[in-house]
């Protein structure tokens, strides 16, 4: 097996787990981590080659897009104190933490190289997380928070991993350069960002072709990535502002066929980059156990201290975060989202798992330093981290599932069917109030007004069948029955007209080119 045979074996694993991890209640990128560690250890299987270099470049723009188009720039704004205690402070905690235990538990270590191992360890996985989450049907505030401090936290932790390294590599550190790149490295990120945001929404505007637009969102957070770090600036920043630039600015509600063709698409992304993200950690194994040779007692002991100190802090440090945070909620009566009692802050804490980024910056570490001798125990720092990374990904995904059944924590459907209901409520009231401007507009039959009066209540009911009152309930749900049959009966139609389209591809004298414009229209007919 080659390189290439092995990427698509990766990348037809990614398709196959998301079933699999739906029937088996277990995320799919935990799945994909072990398909990778039982693909590590078969003989024929290669050692990856992907240059460390190129990892995070690759596989974090498209999934920082991904998972901020499915939040807002109110959710980030609302939350950002919880965002700060754990993207920022957590991670320094974490950072200064396992330094400290490193230093003093591994001999020969030096304090900067165990500053390298805290800085990558420090920040948890926001795809992990929120893969996990997002599957377990938990309550919207907690995947809020967990969302927030995946997408911000590799910010700090790459910057302090940055500094580290140059300290090593160098010998040299200074407080207050270390303070102005990491000044330097946010404003860079956010002009960078913005303008890229700016300028793709400007564009956006100009390309009427749903395509073309969905190639654009492709390339701005590659693009953002890319000029933000070779600008001295935090290409993961740089990806979010362009982001949530994009996702908040060109957001058209009438835009109907673009927005269809871009969350297929994206989803097909996050889905595949995921994928061959988790499982790429399952082979690095495989280079990873040959630096156990010889010594693998000690290895894992050190591995075992430095697990329970980062899954440890973390715990002692959401304890009386949560506690403040939820405080200072209710004395300042904000918008922000809190876990709300213990429950919820065990079950954000289990859920910090280490992924993609961890595994991008241990295996960037660079070899020598600048005076030619070995990085200090970079095969040490480099075991540790995936010891931590696959520790809690794999035992903290795996009984994640089984954790939140056992404590109960669950979305509030009641408050989600009245956010439901409320929306309906609005969107309903929009179609009649702007029915009232085209009657006034325009000279309408009564029959006709009437027709559209009642098909704008019928919108409503629709998105929520509590918004019909309770003596028309009855009424509606037979007319949504009737209308069901009717829809069941038109998509056998169009369906037996798109088949009749398609044979006549094979037919001689067909034009490829005019069947698929013509079954172009039938499926965009099938659409309304």
């Known amino acids: 097996m080659d390189q290439l045979a092995l990427l698509f074996t990766l990348l037809l694993g990614a398709v196959v787990t998301v079933p699999l991890g739906r029937r088996a209640g277990l995320p799919p990128p935990v799945l994909m981590t072990l398909l990778g560690a039982v693909l590590a ?10 240059p460390p270099e190129l990892i995070l470049p690759l596989v974090l723009p498209p999934l920082l897009y991904a998972a901020v188009q499915r939040t807002s720039w109110r959710q980030f704004a609302a939350n950002a104190r919880p965002i700060l205690l754990l993207a920022v402070a957590l991670v320094l905690v974490t950072t200064a933490a396992v330094a400290a235990v490193a230093h003093a538990v591994v001999p020969g270590l030096p304090l900067a190289a165990a500053v390298v191992l805290g800085a990558l360890i420090a920040p948890p996985d926001p795809v992990a997380a929120t893969a996990v989450a997002g599957s377990l049907g938990l309550p919207r505030r907690l995947v809020s928070i967990m969302e927030g ?110 927005r269809l063709a871009g969350n297929a698409f994206w989803e097909v992304v996050d889905t595949l980059v995921t994928g061959v993200a988790f499982g790429l950690i399952g082979l690095e194994l495989h280079n990873v156990f040959r630096t156990a040779e010889g010594r693998p007692g000690e290895l894992l002991a050190w591995s075992a201290v430095v697990v329970a100190v980062v899954v440890g802090v973390r715990l002692l440090w959401l304890l009386p975060a949560s506690w403040l945070a939820s405080r200072l909620h209710r004395r300042r009566d904000v918008d922000e989202d809190v876990p709300t ?42 075991f540790l981290a995936f010891a931590v990374i696959m520790t809690t990904l794999v035992c903290q995904g795996l009984t994640l599932p089984r954790l939140v059944r ?52 019928d919108l409503g009911a629709r998105i929520s069948p509590d918004v019909a009152e309770e003596e028309r309930r009855e009424w509606f749900a037979v007319r949504e029955r009737r209308r069901e049959t009717l829809t069941r009966i038109r998509r056998e139609m169009l369906s037996a ?31 309304h």
């Open 341 to 382: 009692g213990w429950r919820e802050t065990v079950v954000v804490w289990w859920a910090g798992m280490r992924g993609v980024a961890s595994v991008a910056l241990a295996l960037a570490i660079p070899r020598e330093t600048d005076a030619g001798a070995p990085f200090p125990m970079r095969d040490t720092v480099i």
């Open 497 to 527: 007209a798109r088949h009749e389209v398609l044979s006549a591809r094979n037919e001689p004298g067909a034009d490829p080119e005019i069947v698929d414009r013509v079954l172009h229209r039938l499926d965009v007919r099938s659409l």
């Open 41 to 50: 250890v078969l003989p024929f299987v290669p050692d990856v080659d992907v």
């Open 406 to 457: 056992r404590l109960g924590v669950r979305a509030d459907a009641d408050a989600e069917r009245e956010l439901e209901r409320a929306l309906a409520l609005r969107a309903a009231r929009a179609a009649r109030r702007r029915l009232r401007e085209l009657e006034a507009a325009e000279e309408l039959p009564e029959e006709v007004s009437e027709r559209l009066l009642r098909s704008a209540y």
């Open 149 to 258: 401090e995946g997408l911000f936290n590799d910010v700090t932790a790459i910057v302090v991993y940055h500094v580290a390294v140059a300290a090593v590599v160098s010998g040299t550190f200074s407080w207050g350069r270390a303070a102005g790149e990491l000044v330097l490295s946010a404003v860079v990120a956010l002009l960078v960002g913005g303008v890229l945001g700016w300028a793709g929404e400007k564009l956006a505007g100009l390309l009427d072709d749903p395509t073309l637009q969905t190639g654009l969102t492709l390339l701005v957070p590659f693009t953002a990535y890319a000029l933000a770090e070779q600008l001295l600036g935090s290409g993961v920043l740089a990806v979010l502002t362009s982001a949530l630039h994009l996702a908040h600015r060109t957001a058209d509600a009438d835009d109907v066929t673009g």
